[in-house]
């Protein structure tokens, strides 16, 4: 059916500012409602063209719905199911097509879930996930649900100064796009009862990404009926895919911008080129159809649960006094554009736990250096100054059989018992019985460790020091060392005592 003249109804209702010379459509052909696919898309909360093959649409439920992105023809007839996986639907609300980032030719899906009725959400984000590849062509409906994931997300951060009341500090925003060349992402407060709806851009990347920039405020006011907070409430808003406009709807109504009359977008914002009643009774969606003049619009069911949902295509009738703009060039030389730090979506940490890793204290116990931060084992007590096999004392260091407990530090002869009951040589500790080599501390086990700093790796692994195990020839060898050390000491001091002896047996004689 044939929708009456933009610029008649303007002209009627007195909403339209035209700042451009011309307006791109004279007229929009309105096509019959559209019912999607039932009970799946009772509510279509997200709308926009598929990038990869604009025969298809991309939609989605809002709260209480699924994770899930659904790809349906224009006859509202689902043919693929992405969930995305490790999400919820906590309250998505718009959904928008557009490059992955600045000029980017990969495109993006992404993502409003900031809807918060209540104005109680502490969380709230954008998402971005890649579209994925689809068939040209007609595509051949499916029931599986493919997963999907994740491929950037922000959570958002409204500025300071927005008023004293929940609804203005942490608004309710329904309303998202992002710009078809630079990727810059915008989204506008819901309310407009007690005060203007807010136009912010997002920081994408950086230490503030999140952080949203409000850049101007527009009162929607409403002629449908007399309920403003209802009626003026945004909903939903896109970017033409070349740039230079943008349209914004509320539950009755829908307002479309010009860029090239304004290229400010602050400006633009303040200045609806076109203004007319939407067909739905409750609208939830707005977007650009391919040729980036017709609209798309979804309702969700109204009646809630009564009625039925709405789909409708405004097709432009062109205007040909209408003079595009030129087409955006990409930028030459192109940037080289980093990977944009995107916030987890988890749940926030508690702000006083201590964050693993950021601890330069190291006041947490759990706080450990990672295995490549510790000392390297070159930095340990070098080897070389510990009593290495090689080190240790060899016999002409040891302590001198004389300085063993030596005939000096012996009883005194006069005090000693009688040489007669002196024990006999041959009973005195045999040389073979005194501490057997064999059992003296091995020189691997010297010194001892628990007195000592052992020579290892932090893993105390000898396979892993930069220095080789001792062998066991190397072993054996210090053990044929020590029993020549034994022996060599037996036999002084038996020689010492035997001397005495034979000393002492004379002296008697010749007394």
Same mark, same amino acid.
Request: proline residues 12%.
């Given at each position: 059916?044939?929708?009456r003249?933009i610029i008649?109804?303007?002209?009627?209702?007195?909403?339209?500012?035209v700042?451009?010379?011309?307006?791109p459509?004279?007229?929009?052909?309105i096509?019959e409602?559209?019912i999607?696919q039932?009970?799946?898309?009772?509510?279509?909360?997200?709308?926009?063209v598929s990038?990869?093959?604009?025969?298809?649409l991309?939609?989605?439920?809002?709260?209480?719905?699924?994770?899930?992105?659904?790809?349906? %023809?224009?006859?509202?007839?689902?043919?693929?199911?992405?969930?995305?996986?490790g999400?919820t639907?906590?309250?998505?609300?718009?959904?928008?097509?557009?490059?992955?980032?600045?000029?980017?030719?990969?495109y993006?899906?992404?993502?409003?879930?900031?809807g918060?009725?209540?104005?109680?959400r502490?969380q709230?984000?954008?998402l971005?996930?890649?579209?994925?590849e689809?068939?040209?062509?007609?595509?051949?409906?499916?029931?599986?649900?493919?997963?999907?994931?994740?491929h950037?997300a922000?959570?958002?951060?409204?500025p300071?100064?927005?008023?004293?009341?929940?609804?203005?500090?942490?608004?309710?925003?329904?309303?998202?796009?992002?710009?078809?060349?630079?990727a810059?992402?915008?989204?506008?407060?819901?309310?407009?009862?007690?005060?203007?709806?807010?136009?912010?851009?997002?920081t994408?990347?950086?230490?503030?990404?999140?952080?949203?920039?409000?850049?101007?405020?527009? %009162?929607f006011t409403?002629?449908?009926?007399k309920?403003k907070a209802?009626f003026?409430?945004?909903?939903?808003?896109?970017?033409?895919p070349d740039?230079?406009?943008?349209?914004?709807?509320t539950?009755?109504?829908?307002?479309?911008y010009?860029?090239?009359?304004?290229p400010? &977008?602050?400006?633009a914002?303040?200045?609806p080129t076109?203004?007319?009643?939407?067909?739905?009774?409750q609208?939830?969606?707005?977007?650009?159809d391919?040729?980036?003049?017709?609209?798309?619009?979804?309702?969700?069911?109204f009646?809630?649960?009564?009625?039925k949902?709405?789909?409708?295509?405004?097709?432009?009738?062109?205007n040909?006094?209408?003079t595009?703009?030129?087409?955006?060039?990409r930028?030459?030389?192109?940037?080289?554009?980093e990977p944009?730090?995107g916030?987890?979506?988890?749940?926030?940490?508690?702000?006083?736990? &201590?964050?693993?890793g950021?601890?330069p204290?190291?006041?947490?116990p759990?706080?450990n250096?990672?295995?490549?931060?510790?000392?390297d084992p070159?930095?340990?007590?070098?080897?070389?100054?510990k009593?290495?096999?090689?080190?240790?004392?060899?016999p002409?260091?040891?302590?001198d059989?004389?300085?063993?407990?030596?005939?000096?530090?012996?009883?005194?002869?006069?005090?000693?018992?009688?040489p007669?009951?002196e024990?006999?040589?041959?009973?005195?500790?045999?040389?073979?019985?005194?501490?057997?080599?064999?059992?003296e501390p091995?020189?691997?086990?010297?010194?001892?460790?628990?007195?000592?700093?052992?020579i290892s790796t932090?893993?105390?692994?000898?396979?892993?020091?930069?220095?080789?195990?001792?062998?066991?020839?190397?072993?054996c060898s210090?053990?044929?060392?020590? %029993?020549?050390?034994?022996?060599i000491?037996?036999i002084?001091?038996?020689?010492?005592?035997?001397?005495?002896?034979?000393?002492r047996?004379?002296?008697?004689?010749?007394?």
């Amino acid at each position: 059916m044939k929708y009456r003249m933009i610029i008649t109804i303007a002209a009627f209702l007195g909403f339209v500012s035209v700042a451009h010379a011309e307006l791109p459509c004279n007229d929009y052909e309105i096509s019959e409602t559209v019912i999607p696919q039932q009970p799946t898309l009772n509510e279509i909360s997200g709308l926009a063209v598929s990038h990869a093959n604009p025969n298809y649409l991309w939609g989605h439920t809002d709260s209480g719905g699924k994770p899930e992105l659904y790809l349906f %023809n224009r006859e509202g007839k689902i043919v693929r199911t992405y969930r995305v996986e490790g999400l919820t639907n906590d309250d998505w609300e718009d959904l928008a097509i557009a490059p992955c980032q600045f000029w980017s030719n990969n495109y993006c899906i992404y993502i409003a879930d900031t809807g918060d009725n209540l104005f109680k959400r502490t969380q709230k984000h954008i998402l971005s996930i890649e579209e994925p590849e689809l068939p040209s062509g007609d595509i051949e409906a499916s029931a599986d649900i493919i997963p999907i994931s994740l491929h950037q997300a922000w959570k958002i951060q409204y500025p300071e100064g927005l008023g004293d009341q929940p609804k203005f500090t942490n608004p309710d925003c329904e309303s998202l796009m992002v710009h078809p060349q630079t990727a810059d992402i915008y989204i506008i407060s819901k309310q407009s009862d007690g005060g203007a709806q807010n136009l912010f851009q997002m920081t994408r990347g950086g230490d503030n990404a999140g952080h949203l920039t409000s850049l101007a405020a527009y %009162n929607f006011t409403s002629a449908v009926g007399k309920l403003k907070a209802l009626f003026n409430a945004t909903t939903s808003a896109d970017f033409s895919p070349d740039g230079s406009r943008f349209v914004v709807r509320t539950y009755a109504e829908i307002y479309e911008y010009d860029l090239v009359a304004y290229p400010n &977008i602050s400006e633009a914002f303040l200045h609806p080129t076109v203004r007319f009643t939407a067909s739905e009774p409750q609208g939830e969606s707005v977007a650009y159809d391919t040729d980036g003049k017709s609209l798309i619009t979804a309702s969700e069911q109204f009646p809630y649960n009564i009625g039925k949902p709405m789909v409708h295509y405004y097709h432009c009738v062109e205007n040909p006094s209408y003079t595009a703009p030129a087409a955006q060039e990409r930028p030459d030389p192109f940037p080289v554009i980093e990977p944009e730090p995107g916030p987890n979506i988890e749940p926030e940490p508690d702000p006083n736990a &201590i964050d693993p890793g950021s601890d330069p204290d190291m006041t947490n116990p759990g706080d450990n250096p990672d295995p490549g931060t510790e000392p390297d084992p070159g930095t340990e007590p070098d080897p070389g100054t510990k009593p290495d096999p090689g080190t240790e004392p060899d016999p002409g260091t040891e302590p001198d059989p004389g300085t063993d407990p030596n005939p000096g530090t012996e009883p005194d002869p006069g005090t000693e018992p009688n040489p007669g009951t002196e024990p006999d040589p041959g009973t005195e500790p045999d040389p073979g019985t005194e501490q057997d080599p064999g059992t003296e501390p091995d020189p691997g086990t010297e010194p001892d460790p628990g007195t000592e700093p052992e020579i290892s790796t932090p893993s105390d692994s000898a396979s892993n020091h930069p220095f080789k195990a001792k062998s066991i020839g190397d072993s054996c060898s210090a053990a044929i060392n020590n %029993n020549r050390q034994s022996d060599i000491a037996a036999i002084v001091v038996f020689l010492v005592l035997a001397i005495y002896l034979r000393r002492r047996h004379k002296i008697q004689d010749s007394v």
